[in-house]
């Protein structure tokens, strides 16, 4: 976002700004209901958000010294390592043979922003910093979709009456809705 305000690129700051309003909105979310130690992210929450302050203090620092190549390494880092981050549950895919660990909708849409900006990158902006970290999220995403297919998902009984994801039980749900 800051290299788009630096270089007056409108599609990447503009696009790029209301993602990262959603992702703070549903990291934030995440954080009020789930569980003391739910297992939804890797390492605590108070080391991603100490994770997401040094990367917002290191982009700020980069962008008020007008130095958007080190901004754009940080932007192709971060992209690599949240289109890579589902794939943390391949291990529990493989060993449980149930595809109930990735989040479908999630990954679908992930896979489709990552062509529409490979797209975009490749053929209007010319940007190896847009389109490399988006053409790489595109094989991880088939990748997921792949075990999606081949690992369906296995419905317990109480989820299917309660709607309720693979990782919660009736009872935690009941938890959520006393707060």
């Known amino acids: 976002m800051s290299t788009g305000i630096i270089n007056s690129q409108p599609k990447l700051w503009t696009a790029n700004g209301v993602g990262f309003i959603l992702c703070l909105y549903y990291f934030v979310s995440f954080a009020h209901y789930s569980p003391e130690g739910a297992t939804g992210l890797p390492g605590s929450v108070q080391q991603h958000v100490q994770g997401m302050m040094a990367l917002a203090t290191a982009a700020l620092y980069y962008a008020n010294v007008k130095k958007t190549k080190p901004i754009g390494n940080i932007g192709v880092i971060t ?24 989040p479908l909708p999630l990954t679908v849409a992930s896979l489709l922003s990552c062509i529409l900006w490979t797209l ?11 389109f490399a970290p ?26 299917r009456k309660t709607n ?9 749900v009941r938890l959520f809705k006393k707060k």
């Open 79 to 102: 992209n690599l390592a949240m289109y890579a981050s589902p794939l943390a549950a391949v291990k529990t895919v493989l060993a449980s043979k149930t595809s109930d660990a990735i």
């Open 164 to 172: 309720l994801s693979p990782h919660l039980n009736s009872r935690e």
């Open 134 to 159: 988006c053409a790489a999220g595109i094989i991880l995403g088939l990748m997921q979709v792949s075990l999606k297919l081949v690992y369906k998902e296995s419905v317990k009984e109480d989820q």
């Open 120 to 130: 975009t990158g490749y053929l209007d902006m010319k940007d190896a910093y847009v």
